[in-house]
């Protein structure tokens, strides 16, 4: 295990040096826009967990093992709902609160001359 993280550590060492060398703003843009494109699918995924469940529960029919079923399912729906929508409000909270602006100021980021 050692050797493979020292295996990594070495072939990663000219990525970081090349990030530290030119500007990596923009590939942090796309990252950032695929996760804020995730972030809506992902909550329509638990909303659909949750219904799911739900119209398991109905159609239980009484049969107690579909039922426990359908509750962790809509349990489960719920938990991830609440997970998504704190992430982003925690994430928005703190933005607003701290007033951090993701424009960097490219005058003062420091420059490696060769």
């Known amino acids: 295990m050692k050797k493979f993280l020292a295996l990594v550590a070495l072939l990663a060492t000219p990525f970081v040096t090349y990030g530290a060398v030119f500007d990596l703003g923009n590939t942090f843009d796309s990252i950032e826009n695929v996760i804020n494109q995730l972030i809506p699918f992902i ?15 109905v159609n239980a029919g009484g049969d107690e093992d579909k039922i426990k079923a359908a509750r962790q399912t809509i349990i489960w729906g719920l938990i991830i709902i609440f997970v998504m929508f704190s992430a982003v409000g925690l994430v928005n909270l703190v933005n607003n609160t701290f007033q951090l602006d993701n424009q960097l100021d490219s005058s003062n980021a420091p420059v490696i001359n060769f």
């Open 43 to 57: 909550i329509g995924i638990a909303v659909f967990i949750f219904i799911v469940g739900l119209l398991r529960y």
